[in-house]
């Protein structure tokens, strides 16, 4: 899994660089972190952040978001490590895409 390159939203503005989606990546998390995605394919597709929390010592679900055809654009967030967090590194979240054809993302920390 590839780990997504964060781009800080600055006062002076971004313009953010997408880039392809793959099978899965890896985003930091953050209060301030989100995830961009965009899919311009035919049909909508879901995006999984994997959930490593428990509540009373149950796993909590994992967060699916369906990202409508194409001008499907969901800004997803805050990823935060409470959540989140792989129990490997501490810092990074998993995510899974349905379909990565025609649908780019961008890490984002507003």
Do not use: W
Not at 16 to 43: Q, W
Not at 75 to 80: A, E, K, Q, V, Y
Request: glycine share 6%; proline share 4%; aromatic share 4%.
């Amino acid at each position: 899994m590839a780990l997504l390159s964060q781009q800080v939203v600055a006062l002076s503005g971004l313009t953010p660089t997408y880039s392809a989606a793959a099978a899965s990546t890896t985003v930091t998390c953050g209060e301030r972190s989100f995830l961009h995605v965009k899919n311009t394919a035919g049909s909508s597709m879901t995006v999984t952040l994997t959930a490593t929390a428990k509540q009373r010592g149950q796993a909590v679900a994992d967060v699916v978001i369906t990202v409508p055809a194409t001008t499907g654009d969901k800004l997803i967030g805050p990823i935060t490590a409470d959540l989140f967090a792989s129990p490997v590194d501490g810092t990074s979240a998993s995510i899974t895409y349905s379909s990565t054809t025609n649908v780019t993302v961008a890490s984002l920390v507003i």
